[in-house]
């Protein structure tokens, strides 16, 4: 078959057919994203300026990082494309939460040390056949190589939402891209790593060889029901509020709005008591200390927004800030 596959495909079709069928059979052209998706894309930016500066030996002050984050948020802001369907929540509160993940990322992380990327937004192409029929694809975060030598396939999530390590190690997303992954660096040793930068918290799981041979079976299987299908019927839910093509569906009606739904301001705020339990691993548990570094006033329009930066030290040593422009 000619179709390259994606974990988000897949999840198009499992989640809604209906929506599939819009997005990747009609290519049905949206010009707007939900808010969630702006910050999400904002959010990654910056992680990947970040990890690339840090990959050359040079290490942003949290205030550089920050006020990065707002520079791209208000360039690229444009309130007729960017929805915000939970009305109750302000423009600035999604930026506001933004800026959580990013300190909550670079204070846990900091003097960012612990391995070696591999890979930062690395394109992955794989079979999952021996005959290359079934093919997938995807972007990894950051590819990893850890002090015990294990390859770490990471991924940056802003959702509040944090899954339970049972669904972890389920997961299909990092496990197929483990299977690229091992294709392309000839790993032997794999975590897969997840960050959920909102929570500040870190999970980790494992995949045998035999549980990838599974679900290298059951994505061939999944992608065969999609090839079959011919009817995309709808699956109205209430993520439907979210969906960029509820104007032509002819379910939308029947699925709960989002107005209808109890307020979400709290995912907004700090992070409530009531967090899933650690697993049995969790990396990096405690913060290390972050030195102060005053925060520079934003410059003058035209003038070159900056991440400060540290020069390259001997192995063991940690980095300490100058100045480099941003590329």
Known sequence: ???VYSHS???SFENCPRQF???YVEKVPVDTESIEAFLGKRVHEVLE?????VERGMVPSLGKVIERFRTLWTEQFQPERV???RGEVSQDSYRELGERCLTNHYRRNYPFDEGESLGIEQHVTFPLDADGRYRMRGIV???VRARDGAVEIHDYKTGRWVPTQSDLDQDRQLALYQIGVEQSYGATSVRLVWHYLQRDQVRISTRTAEQLVALREATMQLIDRIEAESDFDPRPSTLCSWCEFRDLCPAADAAPRARDLPPRNADLAAAPAAIPPEPAVVAQTTR????????SEPKASGEPQNFPRSE?????????PGQLRLL
Do not use: Q, W
């Open 1 to 3: 078959m000619s179709t």
């Open 9 to 11: 495909r897949l999840a």
């Open 21 to 23: 069928f819009y997005r």
């Open 49 to 53: 300026r970040l990890n690339r500066f």
């Open 83 to 85: 929805r915000i369907v």
């Open 141 to 143: 975060d950051r590819i």
């Open 288 to 295: 290390k200390p972050v030195p102060h570094f005053p925060r």
């Open 312 to 320: 390259p030290k001997a192995s063991g040593e940690i980095t300490r």
